[in-house]
């Protein structure tokens, strides 16, 4: 029996093996590097980071601070609003650091002219005018700053003026500036902005018949030889102390995407975020939950939930809900939580869908009531007819079960052992072969799709045919 029991074990071990295996996810893509000493690429809607290098590192930011400073402005005032330049915005500046809209006291400029000057040619003046304009003065302003740094749950960061000029307690991380971008250019007027390769601002004194400006983002000019076709919108930054920083967003096969470079060198900055920007779009792909999640929405069961008690039917996940996996990944390689409501959540809300992947959070969603839960009715106070009352009415107890059958099933231990173990190992072997056909069906999947991505590539060229040709010999060679 010993023996029996000893080559069930190495049996069973063998198959945890093989299973082991079978369970394996695809790896966290990892081919990437930058020569900054500190960069970062998010995914817009899932807020996923796919790479990080010091990403919780501080350094001072220079320019790439206007984009909070225009988001703060575009929060609090309309496009149309008229800025009045003062004295203490056109010199609140270096020395050094010039004035490219040649402006004076007395200026002025609507809002958004203002803020085409600040985020094409990074206008410092422009960034004090609207602070100013906004707040009443430069450090309340500063102040709004701060104060948006911590809604948007910047921890690693602090800003004490506009325009991103030196300043002893101005840093930011890589992490933040990312939450910072991603609030940016979730803002339409703000991306529209950025995105602007020149733009004519209304005259001023020096320029009474107006004043061109040209966006300074080589990444973004299609005559650029630094020119990266899936970048749209974003922000450069140069002090000696920051070196040259970056911020670039990019759209590519409807998902978008965020880089952040700090302390970068001159030229390879460009390089640096045309890296990032690439690996996140060949690497990853988005899943979008809210249409393909069966978990908690689907069957009558009750869950009791952060929010209260609810059957699944009755709950759906926030629409457009997307979460970002490797692309071999699917989405039940993702590990999902179910946890509290943070403090600024939607109406109906109930619980807060956290997924993660190989330790790294991936998406979150929220789980919402399909629609906003009725005030119970008050039940009416229950009478018991007159000469019907019951008093101490007992139920009858429970019969203890019978020793008897206890005995009469009794069976020796080691039999037992070898009845669970040969269980275990058929359980082991049943499940490692559906999760073997289950990833061998995600591989075909994901060879179709390819193919099908190429087809579409060779058939925009007018190649379809030599495409077909190719396969077919593939086939061939395979029987």
């Known amino acids: 029996m010993k023996q029996k029991i000893k080559k069930l074990i190495c049996v069973l071990l063998a198959c945890q093996l093989f299973v082991i295996t079978a369970y394996a996810r695809p790896a966290w893509p990892s081919d990437t590097g930058i020569q900054a000493e500190a960069g970062i690429v998010m995914d817009m809607d899932s807020g996923a980071v796919l790479f990080g290098q010091n990403i919780h590192v501080a350094y001072p930011p220079a320019s790439i601070t206007k984009l909070l400073t225009a988001l703060v402005v575009l929060e609090h005032c309309a496009l149309d609003e008229t800025v009045t330049f003062s004295e203490t915005a056109v010199n609140s500046v270096e020395p050094d650091s010039g004035n490219k809209l040649g402006s004076v006291a007395g200026d002025q400029l609507t809002v958004e002219n203002c803020l085409y000057g600040m985020l094409l040619v990074s206008s410092n003046q422009a960034a004090n005018a609207l602070a100013e304009h906004t707040a009443g003065s430069i450090s309340a302003f500063v102040d709004l700053m701060n104060e948006k740094l911590t809604e948007l749950g910047c921890e690693e960061s602090h800003f004490d003026n506009p325009s991103g000029l030196n300043g002893d307690t101005q840093y930011v991380s890589a992490y933040d500036m990312a939450l910072i971008s991603q609030a940016a250019f979730n803002n339409p007027d703000l991306l529209s902005i950025s995105s602007t390769l020149s733009h004519k601002l209304a005259g001023t004194t020096n320029y009474p018949g107006g004043l061109t400006v040209t966006q300074e983002h080589r990444l973004l000019k299609p005559d650029d030889d630094y020119y990266y076709a899936p970048a749209k919108a974003g922000k450069t930054g140069y002090l000696i102390a920051a070196g040259n920083t970056l911020v670039t967003y990019a759209e590519q096969d409807g998902r978008r995407l965020v880089s952040v470079i700090l302390?970068?060198?001159?030229?390879?900055?460009?390089?640096?975020?045309?890296?990032?920007?690439?690996?996140?779009?060949?690497?990853?792909?988005?899943?979008?939950?809210?249409?393909?999640?069966?978990?908690?929405?689907?069957?009558?069961?009750?869950?009791?939930?952060?929010?209260?008690?609810?059957?699944?039917?009755?709950?759906?996940?926030?629409?457009?809900?997307?979460?970002?996996?490797?692309?071999?990944?699917?989405?039940?390689?993702?590990?999902?939580?179910?946890?509290?409501?943070?403090?600024?959540?939607?109406?109906?809300?109930?619980?807060?869908?956290?997924?993660?992947?190989?330790?790294?959070?991936?998406?979150?969603?929220?789980?919402?009531?399909?629609?906003?839960?009725?005030?119970?009715?008050?039940?009416?106070?229950?009478?018991?007819?007159?000469?019907?009352?019951?008093?101490?009415?007992?139920?009858?107890?429970?019969?203890?079960?019978?020793s008897d059958a206890a005995a009469r099933g009794s069976i020796s231990a080691g039999t037992i052992a070898l009845i669970v173990l040969a269980a275990v190992v058929l359980a082991l072997l049943g499940g490692g072969a559906y999760w073997i056909i289950q990833n061998r069906k995600k591989e075909a999947e994901a060879l179709k799709r390819r193919r099908e991505q190429r087809r579409e590539r060779l058939k925009a060229a007018g190649e379809e045919e030599e495409f077909e040709r190719l396969l077919a010999e593939a086939k061939k060679k395979r029987k």
């Open 263 to 402: 302390k970068g060198s001159p030229r390879q900055y460009f390089l640096d975020s045309t890296e990032l920007l690439s690996f996140g779009f060949r690497s990853f792909q988005n899943v979008d939950i809210s249409e393909t999640e069966e978990r908690y929405v689907t069957g009558d069961e009750t869950l009791e939930l952060p929010g209260g008690s609810f059957k699944a039917s009755e709950l759906m996940i926030e629409p457009g809900s997307q979460i970002t996996l490797p692309l071999e990944a699917a989405l039940e390689d993702a590990e999902l939580t179910v946890g509290e409501l943070p403090e600024n959540h939607p109406e109906r809300a109930v619980a807060l869908m956290t997924y993660t992947y190989n330790e790294r959070v991936v998406g979150t969603a929220f789980l919402l009531t399909k629609e906003a839960p009725a005030a119970p009715a008050e039940a009416p106070e229950e009478t018991v007819p007159a000469g019907n009352e019951t008093p101490g009415a007992e139920t009858e107890p429970a019969m203890p079960a019978s």
